[in-house]
């Protein structure tokens, strides 16, 4: 017995998406069932969509931000009932025994993290579809419980914009006297932004255009410098903790290296694709680039604990699942601040 879905799917990297009808499986006795109440829209659903990096599976159903409520549960699902509202990141499953899972870091998992879409279940080899549809099936250990006094709405980005600068900020230890840098106000870059000054640090913004000063510093931002600025850039020289470089596409990051502490370190969450630093101002400060992915689901829920105890969500533009492919045009144009959220009640009417 499987679930009929309705949903919107690409069928290549050259179609539009469209309607499509699909099945997920019989629900096993640890998944829960939930009704998809709003999805958010990632970059990345963009670059799957388009197979920018050469491995998505057609037909490809996006959306990795989910949330919803539980519809039913299996006979050993002890961490959910039907009604409550929960979430789902861009993970439903992973090995659960390597030594990354066994760390809670499944994100790293050393056989490969099962994705929430674009992937295949480890048990029927079935394709993972995700959130752009009425409903998803899941093992309750990779479904996360969302905070009752948060707007849903904008929750949706936290479970991908928001882990994904969340655990780098926890890994590098950010709090009070924190100096910290962030490349790029967008998706990640704004909940980057919120999230590190509400753990105390002191924030800066790097930008290429200045008329993002005063949306920075809305969203937490005390200080922003124009990166193509030679002479501001000198001047926070040997500064940072940590930069949180969010850009999505290929750019260069001399500029920003010289800009770190001693020990300090420039992680990237966005890029996915060769980088070719100067080794020079690395090896002059003990300075490091590293690269961070999403978060565990301990660490997700930790993140969602933490928003909804100090009232911290995303800045989103809301959207019926018929717009989204004017909606990932409008993503190419950096024209939306910050995340668009389909209302999944659109989608009987597409």
Not at 48 to 60: C, E, H, R, T, V
Not at 66 to 77: F, L, N, P, Y
Not at 145 to 173: E, F, Q
Not at 241 to 260: G, N, Q, R, S
């Amino acid at each position: 017995m499987t679930i009929k879905v309705l949903g919107y799917a690409a069928q290549s990297a050259q179609n539009p998406l469209a309607p499509f009808q699909f099945e997920r499986r019989n629900p096993r006795d640890n998944d829960v069932v939930i009704q998809i109440l709003y999805c958010g829209v990632c970059h990345s659903d963009l670059h799957q969509a388009k197979n920018d990096w050469g491995f998505s599976i057609y037909p490809l159903v996006p959306g990795h931000e989910i949330v919803g409520r539980v519809i039913s549960i299996g006979s050993q699902v002890t961490k959910f009932n039907e009604g409550d509202l929960v979430g789902i990141g861009c993970m439903v499953d992973s090995c659960r025994t390597c030594s990354a899972c066994e760390s809670e870091q499944e994100q790293y998992c050393e056989n490969g993290n099962t994705q929430t879409y674009g992937s295949k279940d480890r048990y029927d080899q079935r394709p993972t579809y995700g959130g752009f549809s009425e409903t998803m099936v899941c093992n309750q250990d990779f479904v996360l419980k969302i905070p009752k006094n948060l707007d849903i709405k904008a929750v949706l980005p936290l479970l991908c914009a928001g882990i994904t600068t969340w655990s780098p900020l926890r890994h590098w230890n950010i709090g009070e006297g924190s100096k910290v840098a962030v490349v790029g106000l967008g998706g990640l870059g704004h909940m980057a932004l919120k999230l590190a000054h509400t753990l105390g640090a002191e924030v800066t913004l790097f930008t290429r255009s200045l008329d993002k000063e005063q949306d920075a510093k809305n969203l937490g931002a005390h200080h922003v410098v124009l990166s193509t600025d030679e002479d501001k850039m000198n001047a926070v020289s040997n500064q940072f903790d940590l930069i949180i470089d969010t850009v999505p596409y290929e750019h260069d990051l001399k500029p920003y290296i010289p800009t770190l502490a001693l020990n300090g370190t420039l992680v990237l969450v966005g890029y996915l694709g060769e980088i070719k630093p100067n080794s020079i101002p690395m090896i002059m400060g003990r300075k490091s680039i590293a690269g961070s992915l999403i978060g565990g689901i301990k660490e997700t829920q930790e993140l969602l604990d933490f928003c909804g105890n100090n009232n911290i969500v995303s800045e989103v533009e809301m959207i019926k699942i018929e717009h989204i492919n004017e909606a990932f045009e409008r993503m190419l144009k950096s024209d939306v601040k910050y995340r668009f959220v389909i209302d999944m009640k659109s989608l009987p009417k597409a």
